[in-house]
């Protein structure tokens, strides 16, 4: 069992940045970032695996970064330049099982965490 809680949402102007982070209890080889845009369906962000190799969807190369600390067991997500179109409720998720290859699809993703609201405002 993997329980996840997000934080650092908020509401931002067009361009700022924002880190969000994720507390994770328990441990999962593929841990993936997640969005939700108003009257949208739930869409993959970024994805990593244990070793630190990422996954990234083509809209957030280059302004995003995932990134995990298996220590702390905080899986975060730096947000740079952001758009008005990243307005979203953002998750944190887990993979229940091993995956061939980690990458944020929603269907290899067990676990999930109650969202954080990012706005951003032009």
């Known amino acids: 069992q993997v329980q996840l809680a997000e934080s650092g949402g908020g509401s931002v102007q067009v361009g700022d940045s924002l880190r969000l982070s994720c507390a994770v209890s328990?441990?999962?080889?593929?841990m993936a970032w997640f969005r939700q845009a108003p009257g949208k369906e739930r869409e993959g962000v970024a994805a990593?695996?244990?070793?630190?190799?990422?996954n990234y969807e083509d809209f957030v190369k280059g302004r995003f970064t995932i990134s995990r600390d298996n220590a702390k067991n905080t899986l975060s997500l730096q947000m740079n330049n952001l758009k008005p179109e990243d307005t979203a409720i953002y998750y944190c998720?887990?993979?229940?099982?091993?995956?061939?290859?980690?990458?944020?699809?929603?269907?290899?993703?067990?676990?999930w965490g109650q969202g954080t609201q990012v706005t951003v405002s032009s």
């Open positions: 328990g441990f999962s080889i593929c």
């Open positions: 990593i695996d244990s070793d630190g190799d990422t």
């Open positions: 998720a887990a993979a229940a099982v091993s995956v061939a290859w980690c990458y944020p699809s929603e269907d290899d993703f067990g676990y």
